[in-house]
């Protein structure tokens, strides 16, 4: 060490060994080499827990990103009625004739409200005797012989109205299209119960620049039949209907993020202009746990359920968790929810009539969700009674959409002009037009990137040890020189010294043995 001291090339080091330095000068000089050494320690532990925290950035990649490559979103239309008058009025119907007490029809209609009850909505209903006693009533005679459970999804899908008395007509791109086919419009659950969707398959994710969807004209356009004729059970108290604007492999609920809803009222034209915000990641991050980089690639999922067509979503996660909530605190399973989203949902029945009181004393829980948990003063009910899911992550590649809308009274004369359909047969059929288009030609493209690599750590680390120590490389190489010409030294003696001694002991082993071999005589 004193050798080293003396000859290597960090300052300050040769006075520690320097005979004619003073004791107390040395020992002055070693009191400023540890204060600097500590000083360096609290530097270079600072600097990499920043160095980890911020291992990941999302930067502005391409501003102007042309919006044919954004993929098309969904977009959900759900009748206000849940309920249609003529589907209820010929189930109850049904109902009076399996009676065996012979009611009437007109309460079995009454009594065909109660499924409301099964749909979210904000007014709480105490009537659970009443939805006891009906639903004791369709278990025993309104269930088939080879059903084991109330089937209660086919029920809600009978009563619900038909996508076809809902739409009349629809264009996409200018051109006429056939508003019920597998590229349009087709039936699917949603947090509303059944709706129609359109793109539900995503077909329109690539698209040329003939046909982007932007502007008013370009996109989507639909005229609704929105008359209340038919209403019997109406979900929110408004006069109109429900868009919900999704990507196509997510479940559209509101409550799980991600998903943009907006209520276009009766008789008017709505604009539904849609932006998008594209995110990428840098493959580079699949060398980094999911747990780190706080998010999941298409191929990953906590769980394989919640890939549809092999993309993961944050929204199809909660809702999964969600749903083993409510299978746990309820033994059923909402009829709305998509049962390939859900694991163990095999054998489980649909929530029914008699488990109305158990979803509505947990229907606060099941729509406050919390992926991270943060202790914050005056909240701490709400942190115990939220829903917490810790495995649903954000995705690393993602697109996000929003949406602005605006509405005009709707001019029904130059919307009805030489289209025929059913629904306008009825005088009292009310007309409402919905367009989706993108408002811009180009969207934002981020993309999530590594901030610091490791030639950045090497830089800032040698930075802050140079600046202490004086340290180089040169110096690593001369402590490793010394390092090894000690060792090697060492070991050139200890080979020396037990040649030596091995020599030492064969001689005097020799000499031993000729000893024993004189003889003297007298």
């Known amino acids: 060490m004193t050798d080293l ?91 009076s004739r399996l009676d065996p007490a012979n009611r009437s029809v007109e309460y079995f209609e009454k009594s065909i409200l109660h499924f409301m009850g099964l749909y979210f909505q904000y007014e709480r ?48 791109g200018t051109k006429p299209i056939e508003c019920f086919s597998k590229n349009a419009f087709q039936s699917q659950l949603t947090m509303y119960g059944p709706c129609c969707t359109f793109n539900a398959n995503n077909v329109y994710s690539k698209r040329s620049y003939s046909t982007r969807y932007a502007g008013s004209n370009m996109g989507l356009i639909v005229i609704l039949n929105t008359s209340q004729s038919d209403d019997t059970g109406s979900l929110l108290n408004m006069d109109g209907y429900a868009v919900l604007v999704h990507a196509p492999n997510k479940f559209p609920d509101t409550s799980s993020g991600g998903i943009l809803e907006v209520f276009p009222s009766t008789n008017e034209e709505s604009y539904l202009a849609v932006r998008a915000r594209v995110t990428d990641s840098d493959p580079d991050l699949r060398t980094f746990t999911a747990s780190h980089r706080k998010c999941y690639f298409d191929n990953e999922s906590p769980y394989p359920q919640v890939l549809v067509n092999n993309r993961y979503s944050m929204q199809n996660c909660i809702t999964s968790c969600r749903a ?22 095999k054998g489980i029945p649909f929530c029914t009539l008699s488990n109305i009181e158990c979803i509505q004393q947990y229907r606060f829980k099941w729509r406050n969700v919390l992926t991270h948990r943060v202790e914050i003063m005056g909240l701490e009910r709400e942190h115990e009674e939220a829903l917490f899911c810790p495995a649903c992550l954000p995705s690393c590649d993602d697109i996000r959409y929003s949406i602005s809308m605006m509405s005009l009274p709707v001019d029904q004369f130059s919307f ?27 969207a934002q493209f981020y993309r999530r990137v590594l901030t610091n690599a490791w030639s950045k750590a090497f830089c800032t680390v040698g930075n802050i040890v140079s600046i202490c120590m004086g340290f180089s490389l040169v110096a690593i190489l001369e402590m490793l020189y010394f390092v090894l010409k000690n060792f090697f030294a060492s070991l050139k003696t200890y080979v020396k010294k037990s040649t030596s001694r091995s020599k030492w002991r064969r001689v005097s082993r020799l000499s031993t043995a000729n000893s024993k071999q004189l003889l003297i005589c007298p």
């Not at 005797?129 to 309104?142: C, I, P, V």
């Not at 809902?166 to 996409?172: E, K, R, T």
């Not at 909530?325 to 163990?344: D, Q, R």
């Not at 009292?428 to 030609?441: A, E």
Request: charged share 15%; with cysteine; aromatic share 14%.
């Open 125 to 172: 209903s105490d009537d659970f005797d009443a939805y006891g006693e009906f639903q004791k009533f369709l278990d025993h005679y309104a269930t088939d012989n080879n059903e084991t459970f109330y089937n209660i999804l086919g029920v809600m899908k009978m009563l619900t109205p038909s996508c076809e008395n809902l739409i009349i007509n629809c264009m996409l």
């Open 416 to 442: 009805l002009g030489g289209v025929s359909a059913p629904q306008l047969k009825d005088s009292n059929t009310q007309i409402s037009v919905l367009r989706v288009f993108f408002g811009d030609t180009t």
């Open 324 to 345: 083993k909530s409510v299978m746990a605190l309820c033994n059923c399973i909402p009829f709305y929810m998509p049962l390939a989203l859900i694991e163990g949902a």
């Open 5 to 95: 001291f003396r000859h290597i090339s960090l300052h300050g080091y040769d006075k520690l060994v320097d005979s004619g330095l003073l004791s107390y000068e040395r020992f002055f000089w070693f009191c400023l080499h540890a204060t600097i050494f500590v000083f360096m320690y609290i530097a270079l532990t600072f600097t990499w827990d920043q160095f980890v925290m911020q291992t990941f950035s999302i930067n502005l990649h391409n501003p102007l990103y042309p919006v044919e490559n954004v993929p098309f979103p969904a977009v959900s239309i759900c009748s206000n009625n849940r309920i249609s008058r003529k589907a209820a009025a010929k189930y109850a119907l049904q109902l």
